[in-house]
């Protein structure tokens, strides 16, 4: 079975919070908060700071702790991923997309309105857990699971394991 890690960030200040567009292979696009994979070698954390600045030209300064986890297992495509969120403290700088992978090509600090007609419709292990985080916001670690079920990216059916 294939694993892989990701890291995400909250981003959020006046201006609301932020996602961030990514453009899928198939030529889709769906927002979530800014992030990626960890690669090997690298913490959750340094990777987040990392991909955060590539994504978007922000620089976060300081991290809070963990506010959710997310298990994903692709029962047919033999994958498992797993996710950390973190939020971020402090951040400076300007928003540039600049994505290297040439993924994140957009994004935009959004009111609660927003985020979530933009992940309306994505994957829910995305679009769930920030629903609820924008609901009521929690500072204790939460965890999510779910089975996705189908072979073609843009055909999975999720299925949440947890309560």
């Known amino acids: 079975m294939r694993r892989w890690q990701v890291a995400g960030g909250l981003l959020a200040d006046s201006r609301g919070l932020l996602l961030v567009a990514n453009r899928r292979r198939d030529g889709s696009v769906d927002w979530s908060t800014p992030g990626g994979v960890v690669d090997d070698g690298e913490t959750p954390i340094v990777a987040l700071g990392r991909e955060v600045t ?50 994140v090509n957009d994004g935009d600090f959004l009111d609660q309105a927003q985020v979530r007609n933009r992940i309306r419709g994505g994957p829910a292990w995305v679009a769930d857990p920030l629903a609820e985080w924008l609901t009521e916001p929690w500072s204790e670690l939460r965890h999510f699971r779910y089975d996705a079920l189908g072979e073609r990216p843009g055909e999975l059916r999720a299925v949440r394991l947890d309560p």
């Open 54 to 103: 590539e994504e978007t030209g922000l620089i976060v300064h300081d991290w809070a702790a963990m506010r959710w986890t997310v298990e994903v297992t692709f029962v047919d495509l033999e994958m498992h991923l797993m996710v950390e969120v973190h939020e971020a403290n402090s951040f400076s700088g300007d928003l540039l997309f600049d994505d290297p992978d040439g993924i």
